[in-house]
């Protein structure tokens, strides 16, 4: 039999909608066994908390007042809990715009700086070294991810290697969108996926569903310097993550629906990364794709990433 998922279309109004009666209707829909396993995470950080986090609405059904207060509540906590004057922004996505990025893995030498980028970037636990971007090192001859490993700390490139960055590849069909029982999760406009860390529950169905391996959770609550926090935030990007939620590579969207270049790309010693908007017929990304023999990960599974990757030869 199957069950219907209750849906939220952008600019919505169901009501008033908290993540309190979320959590009642998946645990009806779930049955209280797997709903009790996939929350099991969340039991001890209910008195951390706050009534106005717990009954805030949907992100898609905040109205502008409804999101400045909420905005101005999680910079005070910032200021409270890390010490840091930060500005959280509610970057929309921008018209006509389409974002791709590609990886030239000819010129990619898995120096790893986009890894450390994202990190400073996007505010993660400093203990843990977290970042939204893996660099395998796969031996020549297979794009098979399973042979890959993160894990080498040899002098690169090493002989008969190759270095494949992966990360979110904001598909559009994305499996960890489909899964999420409360639509913490969704596709935006500009083909980012996104995640609202105030709706997740933290069961973790997304991160399971993700073909790619490409969605963190936050089982600590992160640990960051007040001189290490990075104070241009954005609400759906890299804000400080709380703990018990989920979260993914966002396309730097702070930054790039601004009109400036992700992190990691900007990192990037060789050149390796491209990034643009594919709607523009003159963009570098737009030229790549029409002239070099692109390819995506896991194409068999009809997620149509868009992240494409490329051999110069």
């Known amino acids: 039999m199957n069950e219907e998922k209750p849906t939220l279309e952008a600019g919505s109004k169901t009501g008033d909608v908290s993540r309190r009666n979320a959590l009642k209707g998946i645990g009806a829909t779930l049955g209280a066994t797997a709903f009790a396993a996939a929350i099991s995470p969340l039991r001890n950080l209910a008195k951390d908390v706050s009534p106005e986090e717990f009954f805030q609405k949907h992100y898609q059904e905040l109205d502008d007042d409804e999101k400045t207060r909420v905005i101005e509540r999680l910079e005070a906590e910032a200021r409270s809990e890390y010490g840091a004057e930060v500005q959280i922004?509610?970057?929309?996505?921008?018209?006509?715009?389409?974002?791709?990025?590609?990886?030239?893995?000819?010129?990619?030498?898995?120096?790893?700086?986009?890894?450390?980028?994202c990190h400073q970037e996007n505010n993660h636990d400093r203990a843990t070294n977290q970042s939204y971007i893996r660099v395998l090192e796969m031996p020549n001859g297979t794009m098979d991810m399973e042979q890959g490993n993160t894990t080498y700390d040899h002098a690169v490139p090493a002989k008969g290697k190759f270095y494949l960055p992966v990360q979110c590849q904001q598909c559009d069909e994305p499996p960890c969108t489909d899964v999420c029982p409360v639509q913490a999760t969704w596709k935006e406009d500009d083909g980012i996926v996104v995640v609202d860390y105030n709706w997740c529950i933290g069961c973790r169905y997304c991160e399971a569903a993700c073909p790619y391996h490409a969605r963190r959770f936050n089982w600590e609550k992160p640990v960051v310097p007040a001189d290490d926090v990075n104070p241009d935030q954005g609400y759906l990007s890299n804000r400080i993550r709380p703990q018990g939620v989920v979260e993914k590579c966002h396309f730097c969207l702070h930054r790039t629906r601004e009109g400036r270049l992700p992190a990691?790309?900007?990192?990037?010693?060789?050149?390796?990364?491209?990034?643009?908007?594919?709607?523009?017929?003159?963009?570098?990304?737009?030229?790549?794709?029409?002239?070099?023999?692109?390819?995506?990960?896991?194409?068999?599974?009809?997620?149509?990433?868009?992240?494409?990757?490329?051999f110069d030869k």
Request: charged share 25%; net charge positive; proline share 7%.
């Open 89 to 117: 922004r509610d970057h929309r996505p921008i018209p006509g715009t389409r974002f791709v990025y590609a990886i030239n893995l000819s010129l990619c030498n898995g120096n790893g700086k986009c890894v450390e980028a």
């Open 264 to 310: 990691c790309l900007e990192a990037c010693p060789t050149g390796a990364r491209v990034f643009g908007n594919i709607l523009d017929p003159d963009s570098d990304i737009r030229w790549i794709l029409e002239n070099k023999r692109v390819f995506v990960l896991k194409e068999e599974l009809g997620t149509k990433p868009s992240f494409f990757y490329f």
